[in-house]
């Protein structure tokens, strides 16, 4: 959800977010994946993969989600955790609302890196 909401809010000139993970599940979470659809993001067709060496050699930011102590750690690369709970398993309304602070946390980020896209439709709450 993150590296999406990233990618449509962001000036592409700047910036681009993959997404990765230590554990990566084998497809999208259906329930993530409805919850996006409700925004127009269509993450149907995207596959989880696995943070490698290779992925964070070109990042300048690796944030993680809600890993705290157990996040990876990547020499010289700068970290920030997001305390947010997994959405698997959870009703759609509690997804609903970790999308939502996803969002709101993408976008903040975007803007204290000045990164933003200023004509981008995300930035409509």
């Known amino acids: 959800m993150a590296a999406a909401f990233f990618n449509q809010s962001v000036d592409q000139r700047k910036a681009h977010a993959v997404s990765a993970g230590t554990q990566p599940a084998e497809k999208v979470h259906d329930c ?42 990547v020499p010289g690369l700068r970290r920030e955790d997001w305390p947010l709970p997994d959405p698997k398993g959870k009703a759609d309304d509690e997804v609903c609302t970790i999308r939502d602070g996803i969002k709101t946390r993408v976008l903040r980020l975007l803007d204290d890196l000045g990164a933003l896209d200023c004509c981008s439709e995300a930035l409509e709450a």
């Open 32 to 73: 993530v994946v409805k919850a996006m659809q409700q925004l127009d993001i269509d993450l149907s067709d995207v596959k989880p993969q696995l943070l490698t060496e290779e992925l964070a050699n070109d990042a300048a930011l690796l944030v993680t989600m809600g890993c705290g102590e157990a996040c990876p750690y």
